[in-house]
C-alpha cells in the first residue's frame, strides 16, 4: 500500500514563527501536492512539484515555499506564519501520467495565534 | 477555465435510505472524472473513477457515470449505513493536477 506520511497531526506556533510541514511518501512517486483544506472552501493547491527540485506554484501560494531535496520528501514552509494560515495541510503524490490517483497522507492541523 | 461544482451539504439520510450527491463540470475536453472521500481524522482516499464518457465508476456499493451530455458525475449508493459518514469529494484531472470540489459532508443517522 502506498503511504503518505505528515510528520504531525497537530501543530500549534505562534504569528511570526517559521513553521516546517514535512511529507514523506514511500512509493517512489514522481509528482508531490501541498493542499490546504479549509471549510466552505474544499481544497486549495498551494504547491506541487513534478521531481526533485523543481517546483510550481497552486492556485494560493502567497505566503508559503517548499522544498524538495530528495524525492520522497516534500516539505511546505511557512516563512513568517500569520493568522490566516490556520487551516488543515494536507500532502498527496501521485506517479506521473496514467491515471494520476492522488494519495494523500492524513493531514496536519496547524493553529497560528 | 475546469471547475467542479457540487452539491452544498451538510447532507443528513438515515440509514438504509438511496443517496445522491449531485457533481457537475466545466472544462476543456474529456478530463478524467473522481470521487474521493474523506472519513472524519483522515486524509482523503479515491472512491471511485471514471476515464472517459458513458463510463461508469463503482465502489463499496457507490457508483457515478460520466454524463458527457450533462457535464455530470453524481454519485449514488442505493443503502447507506452510518459508516459512510463522510466529506465527499468531486473532482476532475487538470494535466498532473487534480480539481476538488468544495466537498458535501453526509451524516448518516441509525
Known sequence: DVKVTQSSRYLVKRTGEKVFLECVQDMDHENMFWYRQDPGLGLRLIYFSYDVKMKEKGDIPEGYSVSREKKERFSLILESASTNQTSMYLCASSLQGGGNIQYFGAGTRLSVL | GNSVTQMEGPVTLSEEAFLTINCTYT????????????????????????????????????????????????????????????????ALRRDDKIIFGKGTRLHILP
Not at chain 2, 472524519?40 to 457508483?63: C, I, M, R, V, W
Request: charged share 20%; aromatic share 16%; net charge neutral.
Open chain 2, 27 to 90: 472544462a476543456t475536453g474529456y478530463p478524467s472524472l473522481f470521487w474521493y472521500v474523506q472519513y472524519p481524522g483522515e486524509g482523503l482516499q479515491l472512491l471511485l473513477k471514471a476515464t472517459k464518457a458513458d463510463d461508469k465508476g463503482s465502489n463499496k456499493g457507490f457508483e457515478a457515470t460520466y454524463r458527457k451530455e450533462t457535464t455530470s458525475f453524481h454519485l449514488e449508493k442505493g443503502s447507506v449505513q452510518v459508516s459512510d459518514s463522510a466529506v465527499y469529494f468531486c
